[in-house]
């Protein structure tokens, strides 16, 4: 089973920025992604960045290039979200996810509120 265990939201006003972090603990894997998705209510999830973890290739939505850049630090098996320049509009939970290219399997944290005030 895997854990992913988030941090870094909170409360930021607009144009701050914020740095989220996601933790994986447990099985491994040797090809996989790992990326964020945010969802606010009523609203289906969405994708906001991933990374190929054994290249470090990074993918984004056309919407969210340029002010969130996502990495990862493989000695910690963390990967971050780094936002900038942050709008009420980003205001959601952001949660994490891995996905096995082997297996096909994804995994959820619990989510972490940002919240942006106007």
């Known amino acids: 089973q895997v854990q992913l265990l988030e941090s870094g939201g909170g409360l930021v006003q607009t144009g701050g920025s914020l740095r989220l972090s996601c933790a994986a603990s447990?099985?491994?894997?040797?090809?996989?992604?790992m990326g964020w998705f945010r969802q606010t209510p009523g609203k289906e999830r969405e994708f906001v960045a991933k990374?190929?973890?054994?290249?470090?290739?990074?993918y984004y939505p056309d919407s969210m290039k340029g002010r969130f850049t996502i990495s990862r630090d493989n000695a910690k098996n963390t990967v971050y979200l780094q936002m900038n320049s942050l709008k009420p509009e980003d205001t959601a939970v952001y949660y994490c996810?891995?996905?096995?290219?082997?297996?096909?399997?994804?995994?959820w944290g619990q989510g972490t509120q940002v919240t942006v005030s106007s």
């Open positions: 996810n891995l996905n096995s290219q082997v297996t096909g399997a994804s995994y």
């Open positions: 447990g099985r491994t894997f040797s090809n996989f992604y």
């Open positions: 990374i190929r973890w054994n290249t470090g290739t990074t």
